[in-house]
């Protein structure tokens, strides 16, 4: 048995769902929460989507895929509103796969308008990764995905490519810090002074900084101290289920 072949029946058989990670403020409010996928096959057994999301990828398969998780996801976050009585920020993963499809925002707006979710409410995170030959096609949807009142983050910051350059062409409202510069913070002067430049160029574009894989206070604190605005890490959750993101949110309140 292949992931290719399990994947293909995954969707019908019901083995996916989204698990959804706090991100927490400066001032420790909820910012909002990022929904990740996660499949669990009869044979496979858990599988992580840094497995299946490259084999969806390059089967296509993602297209589905990608419209099986919106769909669900802007249901379960507008339940999980009226639950805990207010509203917060959504941040979904988008491949560049998805996005160069033809029709990924057509598709996508109609699925706000049928549930009327509050474009504003939903963060798109593409990865800095996207080929830079790809570039000049995807700027222009991009463009309109911003102009549709949707928010751009962009994930894995550091761990890429891209120029400074293009940070001045993309249309991006906040830059996630990868991981792997957090993890070594405390104890790299290279990587603090690199966290310390991505956090003020980001803030030179008016962006949010998202740290990603904050796992302690003193994370959290230096962090805070170079001006970082966001945070998401095991310090204050891992991916949770539904009932518990409920639970977690009222407990914050
Ligand atoms: O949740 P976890 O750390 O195991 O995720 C591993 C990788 O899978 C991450 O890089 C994440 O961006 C990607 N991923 C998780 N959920 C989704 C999703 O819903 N869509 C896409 N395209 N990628 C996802
Ligand atoms: O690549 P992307 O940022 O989309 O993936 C986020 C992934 O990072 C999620 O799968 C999540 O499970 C994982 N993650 C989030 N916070 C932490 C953390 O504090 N420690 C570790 N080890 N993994 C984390
Ligand atoms: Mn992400
Ligand atoms: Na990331």
């Known amino acids: 048995i292949t992931i290719e072949q399990e994947l293909r029946s995954a969707l019908q ?37 840094a497995d299946f999301i490259p084999v969806a990828e390059a089967t296509g398969l993602i297209l589905e895929l990608g419209n099986y998780i919106t769909n669900r996801l802007l249901l379960e976050i507008k339940k999980i509103y009226a639950e805990v009585g207010k509203t917060f920020q959504l941040s979904v993963n988008v491949s560049i796969v ?10 996508l707006l109609e699925m706000i308008h049928k549930v009327q979710f509050d474009t504003s409410l939903l963060t798109l995170e593409v ?18 995905i911003r102009a ?27 830059l996630k810090i990868d991981k792997a510069f957090v993890d070594e913070l405390l104890y790299s002067n290279k990587d603090k002074n690199l966290v310390k430049t991505i956090i003020n160029i980001g803030k030179n574009f008016s ?41 977690f949110i009222r407990s914050l309140q």
């Open 127 to 144: 990865t800095e990764r996207l080929p830079i030959e790809d570039l000049d096609y995807v700027l222009p949807i991009l463009k309109s």
């Open 207 to 247: 962006m949010d900084i998202l740290a990603e894989g904050t796992e302690s206070k003193e994370q959290v604190d230096k962090l805070k101290e170079y001006g970082c605005d966001i945070f998401q890490g095991y310090y204050y959750s891992k991916p949770l289920k539904k009932e518990d993101l409920i639970a």
């Open 148 to 174: 549709e009142g949707m928010l751009l983050s962009l994930d894995d910051f550091g761990t890429g490519y891209s120029s400074l350059s293009v940070l001045t062409k993309l249309p991006i409202n906040e």
């Open 13 to 49: 058989k019901n083995e996916i769902y989204m698990v959804y990670q706090p991100q927490i403020n400066a001032d420790g409010t909820l910012h909002g929460v990022e929904a990740l996928v996660r499949w669990k096959n009869e044979k496979l057994g858990f599988v992580s989507p």
């Open 98 to 107: 998805q996005l160069m499809e033809n029709h990924f925002l057509k598709n």
